[in-house]
């Protein structure tokens, strides 16, 4: 019913930034949260930022100052800018939509994108 194609990350020096883009299509209702996930080696996957259809915005701790979400309603997108990064914000890169449709909230994953950030 949602697909989301994210596109960025790579390969980056600690103190550098990145910007990350994800595009949701189908079935996508006007209230919705778009987010990020990220992933690393043997660590617990954990939201690092998500924004809702209304532009309320949340950060995890570790990445408040450094990181901004930011969306384009209309054009159905999310963008994830990363500036002075660390080499702990390695990670692969998930884009998350969150809406309620078959009633219940539902989520939809985009195919995740590599971050590493290593001098």
Known sequence: QVQL???GGGLVQPG???RLSCTASGNI???NTMGWYRQAPGKQRELVANITSGGSTYYTDSVKGRFTTSRE???NMVYLQMTSLKPEDT???YC???Q???WRANDYWGQGTQVTVSS
């Open 91 to 93: 990670a692969v890169y």
């Open 29 to 31: 209702f006007t209230s």
């Open 16 to 18: 550098g930034s990145l």
């Open 96 to 98: 998350n939509l969150n």
């Open 100 to 102: 309620i449709d078959f």
């Open 5 to 7: 194609v994210e596109v």
């Open 73 to 75: 309603n209309a054009k």
